[in-house]
């Protein structure tokens, strides 16, 4: 399917600088001014307005857990879903007025659940007579307005996210997504929005959509060539004067991305990840933000824009649809203008509601076969394996992982130039509850177990990469001097290093030393029974996540890459239990790496 299938122009004024106007009438050029107002002895006019948000709903429909397979729930009680959602929009919309209101997202839509894993590669929306995506069902029967690109729309490739668009009654917005060959926009950038007021002159919203820089690292395979991603405060400078200018009174920005500052990809992209509070402290003229990628919650923060000093709202609602964010805008009438005179925003809790049953109605269908889908069986197991410890001990659950991979690798490097070198694997803990149960085993317990859409690669390190590669892995230990307690629950996630980008490697034997210093915990490393050369030769076994630099690993996205597959890691996790018929823990499990305080274990 080529790039430009849908072109910009369906939902664009002019190529380059499109609009989509809400309803599709097109502004007037000239609005009549309300009557009354300041120097006429009466009280200004006044118009209230709210923006709800979401962001990060990652193929949330249902408050349903795909890979325990029951309703979902965490430890502070938390609803995910769609469903949940609207029934929060719907009570919004009643007490506001619903054409007092916009609903928008912040991306990360189509990937993260068997749901949406399921029409994509299973029953993928892009063939011929193909489903529409239940997301798209979802909210085009809530009503969003927009919603930014995030970087997972780029996991299933450039049809499946065009496909997607199609089936979406409101545009998908990115403007520092852009043609590679052309450098413009491949989406919508923006969206404008009219709501009536009671005083003649329209209030002009507009949205503008940010994505996130890192795509180009972390979806390469999928976009080299074809789309670049400049960054967000370069393309916000470009484009909020534009809207300005087209009289946009209000200028929202959805933006995919965290407002830290920070970034996991390092020095390889000279673009910010987490760039949402530098927007709105160095571009002038937006009055808030919603944002997303981070997946953390702000109801409300504010930065002062460097230029103006006006306050900018930034919120960032909780991840898969647990929270509905509301921007509430007061505007005055003067100088012949809507202008913003107050804006504050808050979060609501999907959990205190129920689900909204013309949601679950509409894909109850779907959510049946993803739900008889997940829970085929592929073998079985002769024990209970857990993640619970995974993230402080080498558990069996992980070493499965990377059994899967480096035997893979082993078995496509075979008779070539680098069969003869040591086949080592990267894993990571991506979910403290994932298990194998003993007895029967499920897709969907294969699934949980690996809940990304990361595909395998091998890549060529030396000893003493591999040594700087651990180190750096090992900084997500919180320093703990020797006779001090150890407790997990704060032990992990130093300087919030998420699980995922925390890596144990097999097939090599070391000890992390925690009351050391990050950057020198890593002690007796060896391979088969000797101390590593730091001039030896392995090749890592390693997911496509990693090897692109997602998380700033030392060496590895510039290692030379002996081999890739397009096949994901987990449905190779799946064929190989398939295929061995019984999974026993015994003929793999090993414990490769212990926790240490001077040679002594924690554990």
């Not at 709202?313 to 007061?330: I, Y």
């Not at 397009?566 to 449905?571: P, Q």
């Amino acid at each position: 399917m080529p790039l430009n299938r849908r072109t910009f122009l369906e939902r664009s004024a002019a190529a380059g600088a499109g609009v989509a106007i809400a309803g599709g009438a097109v502004a007037p050029a000239a609005a009549a001014e309300p009557e009354g107002g300041h120097g006429h002895g009466r009280p200004p006019k006044r118009y209230a307005f709210t923006v709800m948000g979401t962001t990060d709903l990652h193929g949330n429909v249902f408050n349903w857990d795909y890979f325990t397979d029951r309703e979902f729930d965490d430890r502070a009680h938390n609803d995910v879903g769609l469903a949940k959602i609207s029934t929060l929009v719907n009570r919004v919309r009643e007490e506001k007025g619903r054409r007092n209101t916009l609903l928008i997202d912040a991306g990360d839509t189509i990937q993260g659940t068997q749901l949406s894993y399921y029409y994509a590669k299973v029953d993928p929306i892009t063939a011929e007579r193909g489903p529409v995506h239940p997301m798209a069902q979802a909210m085009n029967a809530i009503g969003y307005d927009a919603a930014a690109l995030g970087n997972h729309e780029f996991n299933y490739g450039i049809p499946v996210l065009r496909k997607f668009e199609e089936q979406c009654d409101f545009p998908l917005l990115g403007a520092n997504a852009l043609d590679a060959r052309t450098l413009c926009p491949a989406f919508a950038p923006y969206s404008m929005h009219r709501l009536r007021t009671p005083y003649g002159r329209d209030v002009r919203v507009a949205v503008l959509g940010l994505t996130n820089p890192g795509i180009a690292i972390w979806d390469r395979q999928n976009v080299s060539g074809r789309m670049v991603f400049p960054g967000l405060e370069e393309q916000a400078a470009k484009w909020v004067p534009r809207l300005r200018s087209m009289g946009a009174d209000v200028v929202v920005v959805s933006a995919h991305s965290g407002s830290s500052g920070t970034s996991s990809y390092g020095d390889q992209l000279p673009y910010i990840e987490n760039a949402a509070g530098l927007v709105a402290e160095q571009v002038p003229g937006i009055d808030a933000i919603l944002v997303g990628h981070a997946h953390t919650e702000i109801a409300e923060y504010f930065v002062t824009n460097k230029e103006t000093g006006q306050r900018v709202v930034l919120s960032e609602p909780l991840k898969w649809g647990q929270r509905l964010t509301l921007f509430d805008f007061d505007l005055v009438w003067e100088r012949g203008r809507w202008s913003v005179e107050k804006v504050a925003a808050q979060v609501l809790n999907s959990n205190t509601v129920a689900e909204d049953e013309e949601i679950t109605r509409l894909l109850g269908d779907e959510h049946k076969k993803v739900v008889a889908y997940v829970n085929q069986v592929i073998g079985t197991s002769t024990a209970t394996m857990s993640t619970a410890d995974a993230p402080w001990k080498d558990e069996p659950i992980i070493d499965l992982i990377n059994v899967v991979q480096a035997e893979t690798v082993k078995a496509a490097l075979a008779g070539g130039q680098w069969a003869a070198l040591p086949v080592l694997s990267q894993a990571s803990c991506f979910s403290r509850t994932a298990a194998i149960p003993a007895g029967e085993v499920t897709i969907r317990d294969a699934a949980g177990l690996y809940p990304f859409e990361n595909t395998l690669e091998a890549r060529l390190v030396t000893g003493m990469q591999l040594k700087e590669y651990l180190e750096f892995s090992a900084r997500y230990y919180v320093q703990t001097p020797v006779g001090a307690p150890v407790d997990t629950s704060r032990l992990t996630n130093a300087d919030g290093i998420p699980d995922y980008n925390y890596d144990a490697v097999s097939g090599v034997s070391y000890e992390i030393d925690i009351a050391r210093p990050a950057g020198s915990r890593i002690v007796n490393l060896s391979f088969e029974g000797r101390a590593i050369d730091p001039a030896a030769r392995f090749v890592l076994a390693v997911n496509n996540y990693r090897a692109s630099g997602g998380g700033n690993f030392p060496h590895i996205a510039r290692a030379q890459q002996l081999w890739a597959n397009s096949e994901e890691i987990r449905n190779t996790i799946i064929s190989w239990v398939q295929a061995k018929g019984t999974v026993d823990p015994a003929s793999f499990a090993s414990v490769s790496w212990k926790l240490t305080r001077e040679g002594t274990p924690v554990f």
